[in-house]
Structures are given as structure tokens and as C-alpha cells.
């Protein structure tokens, strides 16, 4: 079974900096199949990125996604208050752990 | 618009069977490619899918909860219910309904139903 690991666990940032979060596959995975999803305390998970690199309807582009194989990214390329959250990539069944986007 | 709802009860004790139904509208179980998936979030911890189902009556299962997870549809209520067995309170969560296309992407979610299991 895929296992996908994101880091950091934790990214700390001041608002208008960049996010890079990493997601990486213990196997090959189909791109097409490759989510992001962002998560705020007490709200349920929001689609992002699907097909590794398409924004979702209504995501800023702000917001990219990139990677094929084994190693996806998620970028933010400058932080708004609203975008500190805890981001989750998946393939299929399969969830990371997450990484939260924390102000610093 | 898409909407899901997840309902059920809020407390359950331990060997106890959850039931959870999830109401949705906006599309139909029927149209070829649709399927709901159930998701669930422990308190603090990460994501984990449990169970789909498809247009087409395809069933699929968590591999580590299979022998305690089965889910159905009601294509004319809109309607897609979970039963877990023998629950602990390890399966204290947030449970999700979402609705998944075929390529497996979860393009909508319901906003959970925190299940706590407790004597």
C-alpha cells in the first residue's frame, strides 16, 4: 500500500512569504490522481489541487501545484492571514500526515 | 450546488454498531463516474479513508477496518449509510461523507459528525 509523507510537519512563516510543502510517495503514483487539500480548525478539508497541478474552482492562484512520480509540491507563493492551516496531500485512499502552515 | 450531511449519533459505547447516513444533494449516485466516500479524522490526527461506494454498486474498504465497515447507497434518497461493528474508543473521530469522482479525487465534503465512544 502507498504510503505518502509530507514535510516539514510544521512550517513557519510570516504572512507574504512563500509556502513549499513537500509530499513524497514510497511508490510511483499517477499524477492525475495526486490532491491537496487545505484544513482549518473545525471545518472540513477543502479541495485545492487535483491532477497535481489544476486548481480547484475559486482557489486564488496564490495557490500551485507541482511533481510527477514520487515527489509532489504545493506552493503558496505569498501567505495571506487566511492560508495559515493544516495542508493535506492524497492519492486515492491514501492521506499524508500534513503539514501545518503556522504564523511565525 | 453540492451539499453532503452527515448524520448520526454523537455517542456510542464500546462493541456498539455506529450507523451514519450521509444526505446529499446536487448529484445523483446513479450518474455514471459519482461515488461517496467516507473519511475520518481522530481528535489532532490526520485524514483516513474507510469505505466507497459507486454509481455502479462497487464497494470498496478500508483493508485494516474491512471485516467491520459496510456501506450501502439508497439511489432514490440520496442517501449513503456507513454501519461500523464493534467500535472502541480508538474510532473516536470526525466522519466525513465526501463526494468522489471516479479518478478519485474528493471534490466535496460534508462538514463531519464527531462520533466519541465512551462507556
Known amino acids: 500500500e502507498i504510503v505518502l509523507t509530507q514535510s516539514p510537519g510544521t512550517l513557519s512563516l510570516s504572512p507574504g512569504e512563500r509556502a513549499t510543502l513537500s509530499c513524497r510517495a514510497s511508490?510511483?503514483?499517477?499524477?492525475?490522481?495526486l490532491a491537496w487539500f487545505q484544513q482549518k480548525p473545525g471545518q472540513a478539508p477543502r479541495l485545492l489541487i487535483y491532477?497535481?497541478?489544476s486548481r480547484a474552482t475559486g482557489i486564488p492562484d496564490r495557490f500551485s501545484g507541482s511533481g510527477s512520480g514520487t515527489d509532489f509540491t504545493l506552493a503558496i507563493s505569498r501567505l495571506e492571514p487566511e492560508d495559515f492551516a493544516v495542508y493535506y496531500c492524497?492519492?486515492?485512499?491514501?492521506f499524508g500526515g500534513g503539514t501545518k502552515v503556522e504564523i511565525k | 450546488q453540492v451539499t453532503l450531511r452527515e448524520s448520526g449519533p454523537a455517542l456510542v459505547k464500546p462493541t456498539q454498531t455506529l450507523t451514519l447516513t450521509c444526505t446529499f444533494s446536487g448529484f445523483s449516485l446513479s450518474t455514471s463516474g459519482m461515488c461517496v466516500s467516507w473519511i475520518r479524522q481522530p481528535p489532532g490526527k490526520a485524514l483516513e479513508w474507510l469505505a466507497r461506494i459507486d454509481w455502479d454498486d462497487d464497494e470498496f474498504y478500508s483493508t485494516s477496518l474491512k471485516t467491520r465497515l459496510t456501506i450501502s447507497k439508497d439511489t432514490s434518497k440520496n442517501q449513503v449509510v456507513l454501519t461500523m461493528t464493534n467500535m472502541d474508543p480508538v474510532d473516536t473521530a470526525t466522519y466525513y461523507c465526501a463526494r468522489t469522482l471516479s479518478s478519485g479525487i474528493f471534490d466535496y465534503w460534508g462538514q463531519g459528525a464527531l462520533v466519541t465512544v465512551s462507556s
Open positions: 491532477g497535481a497541478s
Open positions: 511508490q510511483s503514483v499517477s499524477s492525475s490522481s
Open positions: 492524497q492519492h486515492y485512499r491514501t
